[in-house]
C-alpha cells in the first residue's frame, strides 16, 4: 500500500528562522505532491504542490524540493514566522489520482 | 460560497448508539472525502465517492457507511459506535481528480 512517511513529527524554529519538513513516497502512478496547511480547529488547506517536472517550486517564503531518484520532497519555509505555527501535512497521489496519502503531519511552532 | 459545510460540529455518543454526519459542498465537486484525524496517525480515508451514486472504501471503512444520493451531500454513518471511533472527522471535496481537495471545518465526535 501507497505510504508517506513524514518527518520530524514536531519542530519548533526561532522567528526568521528556516523551517524544514521531509516526506518520504513509496510508488505512485501519477506524480503530484502537495502540501496542506492545517490551523488549529480548522480544516487542511491546500498550500502549495508540485508536479515533477521540475525539482522545485518558490511560492512566497515556501519552497517544495523534489528528489524523484531518492522518492524524497520537502517544504522549506524561508523567514519563518508566529504565522506559521500550523500543522503540515505532505501528501501523495493513490488509487491513480482519485484520492491523495497523507502523512502523519508535522506540528511547527515559531517563537518570536 | 460556503464551501464545505460539516454538520455537527460536535458530538457526544454512548457506545452503541447510531449516528449520521453530513457533509456539504456548493462548488458542484464531482469527489467527495471522509477522513478521521487522531494524534499521530495524520489523515486517514475512511470512504470516498467520485460521483452521485459511487461509494469506495478508503484504509479504514469498518464500522462506517457512506451514502452520496445527491451531488452536493455525503453522509457518514455510525451504527454502532465505540470508543475507538472517538476522533475528528473531516469532510473534503474535489474537482475531477483527487489531487486538490477542499476540506470542511471538522467534527469532533466522542464516543464513551
Known amino acids: 500500500q501507497q505510504q508517506v512517511k513524514q518527518s520530524p513529527q514536531s519542530l519548533i524554529v526561532q522567528k526568521g528562522g528556516i523551517s524544514i519538513i521531509n516526506c518520504a513516497y513509496e510508488?505512485?502512478?501519477?506524480?503530484?505532491f502537495p502540501w496542506y496547511q492545517q490551523f488549529p480547529g480548522k480544516g487542511p488547506a491546500l498550500l502549495i504542490a508540485?508536479?515533477?517536472?521540475?525539482s522545485e517550486k518558490k511560492e512566497g517564503r515556501f519552497t517544495i524540493s523534489f528528489n524523484k531518484s531518492a522518492k524524497q520532497f520537502s517544504l522549506h519555509i524561508m523567514d519563518s514566522q508566529p504565522g506559521d505555527s500550523a500543522t503540515y501535512f505532505c501528501?501523495?497521489?493513490?488509487?491513480?489520482?482519485?484520492?491523495?496519502?497523507f502523512g502523519t503531519g508535522t506540528r511547527l511552532t515559531v517563537i518570536p | 460560497n460556503a464551501g464545505v459545510t460539516q454538520t455537527p460540529k460536535f458530538r457526544v455518543l454512548k457506545t452503541g448508539q447510531s449516528m449520521t454526519l453530513l457533509c456539504a459542498q456548493d462548488m458542484n465537486h464531482e469527489y467527495m472525502y471522509w477522513y478521521r484525524q487522531d494524534p499521530g496517525m495524520g489523515l486517514r480515508l475512511i470512504h470516498y465517492s467520485v460521483g452521485e451514486g459511487t461509494t469506495a472504501k478508503g484504509e479504514v471503512p469498518d464500522g462506517y457507511n457512506v451514502s452520496r444520493l445527491k451531488k452536493q451531500n455525503f453522509l457518514l454513518g455510525l451504527e454502532s459506535a465505540a470508543p475507538s471511533q472517538t476522533s475528528v472527522y473531516f469532510c473534503a471535496s474535489s474537482p475531477s481528480g483527487g489531487l486538490r481537495q477542499f476540506f470542511g471545518p471538522g467534527t469532533r465526535l466522542t464516543v464513551l
Open positions: 508540485i508536479r515533477p517536472d521540475v
Open positions: 501528501a501523495a497521489p493513490r488509487d491513480g489520482a482519485n484520492n491523495l496519502f
Open positions: 510508488n505512485t502512478a501519477f506524480d503530484y
